[in-house]
């Protein structure tokens, strides 16, 4: 009996998440399965993938052939590399705290402090004309300031 190991698919139309599986390789996509070892969620942000490393490189050792996007997750996780007796990848990344993201954005701000300075470009043709009529009072205020 050959034993795959493959995703699982639930949920809704638009909003899957799937279970990874130990399956035999003749059952259907979200057949009957042996064992579950993990789950992966390719909607979040960013992907939440959880896997029982310990049932997988069982599973691994025994002869059960991942399929093409369980063997993308495992070398992800190092699961694969592990069994291979390759260098673990670099660790996954964390999703950003809102700590970090003020402090990159008020470091970005300072950084803007100093630029602003001065009269901006007008964009639309209300703030083109109201420019025009404050520079034409700007300079009847001047002129009528140096007759007198």
Request: charged share 30%.
């Amino acid at each position: 009996m050959a034993v795959k190991i493959k995703l699982k698919r639930l949920g809704k139309i638009r909003q899957p998440h799937y279970r990874i599986v130990v399956a035999d390789a003749r059952t259907r996509r979200d057949g009957r399965a042996i064992e579950e070892i993990g789950i992966y969620h390719p909607t979040y942000n960013p992907s939440r993938i959880e896997v029982n490393a310990e049932r997988a490189q069982y599973w691994l050792s025994v002869g059960a052939q991942p399929t093409e996007a369980v063997l993308a997750i495992l070398k992800l996780t190092g699961d694969w590399q592990a069994h291979k007796g390759l260098p673990a990848p670099a660790p996954l990344l964390q999703p950003e705290t809102k700590e970090s993201k003020r402090r990159s954005f008020d470091e970005f701000a300072k950084a803007l402090e100093g630029i602003g300075e001065g009269k901006g470009e007008a964009i639309t043709q209300k703030a083109k004309k109201a420019d025009k009529k404050a520079d034409e009072a700007e300079a009847e205020a001047t002129a009528e300031s140096t007759e007198a």
